[in-house]
Structures are given as C-alpha cells and as structure tokens.
C-alpha cells in the first residue's frame, strides 16, 4: 500500500534563498532522501498579508489533501488566513511551522501589528500542532493561546565547513553581514555602528536579497553613500551558496544587527565556521550564539555595537597587547577559539530532519484543539 504523502505549503517558490525558505527545502529534500513521500505546493498570491489569490491558492493546495491526510502550512502564508485552516481542519490534519510570529514583524504599525496577533491565534487555534524552530519560539507561542504539549521546536541543521581564513595577509579584516535588505535586520543600525568606527581598519560585505523591501534597500544605498562609507562597504546582493561560502571562507567577523530572529541561521553558518559573532539579543539570537563566541548589544544600539566593534577589531598593539595573528587583539582571537568549539556542537541536518519527522508524526496523530 503506498504511503499517504506529506503535504508542505510554502508561499511562493521554494528555492528562495532566505533563513525560512532554506529550513523548509533542507527538510523536504532530507525528508525525501528518508524515503518519505513530499509533495510541495508553492503557494501564489500576496503573503502575510493576503489577497484573494492568497486565499484561493492555499484553499485549493489544502483541497488537493486525502481526508486524513496531513498538510505542513509555513506560518508566512498559514497564519494570516485562520479562515481557510479551519474550513479545512475537520478534514485534513493540520500543522503550522512557525519561524517567528508574524505580529513580530520589525516595523509594522500598530493595528497591523494587533490585526497580525489576532489571525495568528486563530489560525494556531485549528492547527492539531506546531513545529518552530527554537527554544525561545515554543515559549513565545505560549502567548498566542498554544499549549506546550502542541508544540515541537526543531532547530535547523548546519552543514560541516572548513573554518574561515580571513581576507589575506596585508588585507583589512572582513566583517560580513548575510542578511535581505529588510527593516528587521537592522543594516540602518550597522551603518550607523560602522560609520563610528571609520578610524579603524575593516571592511564590510552586505550579503542578502534587495527584492522583499525594494524601498528599504534604496534607503540602505543611500544611507552608505550619505555616510561616506561606499568604498568600504560592498553591497553584493543575494548569492548562491557556492559564492556566498567564499564570502563566510575570507571573512573575519559575522555582523548582524537584527532586531529579531526566530533562530538565525545565518549566524550558525558563521559559527560553523569558526567566526566571531556580533549581533544583538533580539529574538533567539542569545540561545544560537554562545557567549564564548559572540557579543551581543540591544537590538537597535549603534553606539553599543560601535564599542563591541571597537572591542573586537582594536589592534593588539593599539589595545597594549602582544600582537596575535596579523596584528589581531586577544577579544578577536578569543572569540575565534569560542566560536571554533561551539562549531562542533551544532546539530547536522541529518539530525534535525529526524527529528522534524518525528515531531510531524507525533504532532499528527493528536486529536483537534478543543
């Protein structure tokens, strides 16, 4: 008897190349190479904020699902329609995956912001479960009206890597930032940071989509250019993963001033590598990067993340210390050794599509919300 498939809905396509579309395609693909059959519906219409393309097209995909069957709804396309979940809960098993709310948003508006809170709680109330993907989101659920025991948090995996190299003998270190050009991840707040911090030696490679905020791109261009901070700063746009791995390789620093992550995959690709973190509290962020290997100021703090910047890419002997590797100050080479240990302690994809599977099936067979 052939297996039932599972059912994975994701607005738009799911080749995307941000944190949330590469979680949701890594667990298809390592799904998949379990023998598990996938079918992908990529979903059209305007997300979070829907269209009436948006409700016909998840109403549809859910349609397509065998009685009984089981349909995995991103949260980006799920949560903002509680309407179209619940027409179809009685008859096909429902789960959310959540990367973070969508209420918490950086930069909406107030009534957005309660209009988001209030359709996500209905659409989570229909939902027989949810997987997330941290610690910290399970807990932020409990806000949204979700009983702990509906919800399973399956951190993303990290692919083995090579520790960076750095930019070269001779070259300035490199901070790389790999983020989309979005209000939430804060560049505004990085340039500020990093217009502070001219005297010292660096440069910095902006590395993430300019398409999900086409507006707040060109204010971020021309925030770099207004600082005076072109010829250091080096807007590369989204890369595939082969470019962007030579990006992490001849790298110094990872760099984000995120107001908020739901887990940060990119800070773990970093850390996979061996680099030293500086980044914010927003979100998850203080339960991806340890202390040992990061630090980390208050979301939306230029001056806080100018002084850790300055901390960390002070010169030895500008600090008074003995010089390490290229000049570098004990706070850099400390941090490299920190971050060079937790590297072994991130999970593999292997380990959390096993565990994505197992938190599916188990989430699966409850009975719905009363």
Known sequence: MKARPLHVMVPGRLEQRTGGYLYDARMVEGLRALGRHVE?????GRFPDPDAEAVGSLGAALGEVEPGGVAVVDGLAGCGLPDVLAEHAGRVRILALVHH??????GLAAADVERFRASERRALAVCRGVVVTSGFTAARLGAFGVPA???RAVPPGTDRAEPAVGPGPDAPPGLLCVASLTPRKGHDVLIEALAA???LPWTCT?????AYAPSHAETIRATIESSGLSGRIDLVGECDARILDGYYRRSTLFVLASHYEGY???LAEALARGLPVVSTTGGAIPYTVPRTAGVLVPP???TALAEALRTILTPAAAAGEAPGKSGEGRALIELRKGARAHAAKLPDWDR???RFARAVDALAMRGLPA
């Open 206 to 210: 902006f590395a993430g989509s300019a």
């Open 101 to 106: 709310p969508l209420a918490d948003e950086t």
């Open 300 to 302: 939306g703090n230029a």
């Open 197 to 199: 911090s001219t005297d």
């Open 149 to 151: 025991g509906r919800i």
């Open 264 to 266: 940060g995959m990119a």
């Open 40 to 44: 992908v519906h990529e979903l059209t």
């Open 352 to 354: 959390s599509v096993r």
